[in-house]
């Protein structure tokens, strides 16, 4: 990583995963005093369901660290256990000056409401489907939305497709079901 960042300086936005048992052992200290610029901090609760929940002691070491460290964190959302975007909702509520990406935002109603009660609250698009990219701009929040591609795992779900046209495909269809305003304003966060 310290290499790739080097090599290709800002094109590149590390993303620090942080797996429970890094918590208990010098693994995640390893990782902060490396050197690499982290951009964020991400958990998978679907990896890592009973580790992460609501009020554990590993959630709060980590929105702390994201607190301290003045960085984003980016915890996995989905529609399995232990990922629901609700489950998030007291570490957001009680942490306004750190900021939360809800990876995937799903499931969307859940996602919307927290972006709507909470301005700490944003999402990504990795893997979410044009038309509730359409309905976050529909709800006036494209301005909380990060373009996400989650590569490279995107090439262990679409083997067949070329990722570029892939994701060429994915911006016209964007483009084509949102305002010029939303689609640029969409384009152009960056955290």
Request: charge should be positive; glycine fraction near 4%; include cysteine.
């Amino acid at each position: 990583m310290s290499e790739l960042v080097r090599t290709v300086r800002n094109r590149v936005l590390p993303v620090l995963w942080i797996l429970p048992q890094m918590l208990s052992d010098d693994g995640l200290l390893r990782f902060i005093n490396s050197g690499i610029p982290w951009r964020m901090l991400k958990i998978h609760p679907q990896l890592h369901p009973l580790s992460w929940q609501c009020g554990s002691r590993n959630l709060q070491k980590v929105v702390r660290l994201a607190k301290q460290l003045n960085l984003p964190l980016l915890i996995h959302t989905g529609e399995s256990p232990g990922c629901y975007p609700s489950l998030f909702e007291r570490a957001i509520r009680h942490n306004p000056a750190v900021t939360f990406i809800l990876a995937h935002g799903r499931p969307l109603d859940e996602t919307i409401a927290l972006m709507q009660r909470y301005p700490n609250v944003l999402t990504d698009t990795a893997f979410m489907p044009v038309e509730h990219i359409a309905e976050l701009c529909h709800h006036v929040l494209s301005h909380r939305v990060l373009w996400g591609t989650d590569v490279p795992i995107q090439r262990y779900y679409s083997r067949k497709e070329d990722i570029t046209t892939y994701y060429k495909k994915r911006l016209c269809e964007l483009r084509n079901v949102v305002s010029n305003e939303h689609y640029e304003t969409i384009m152009s966060n960056i955290i």
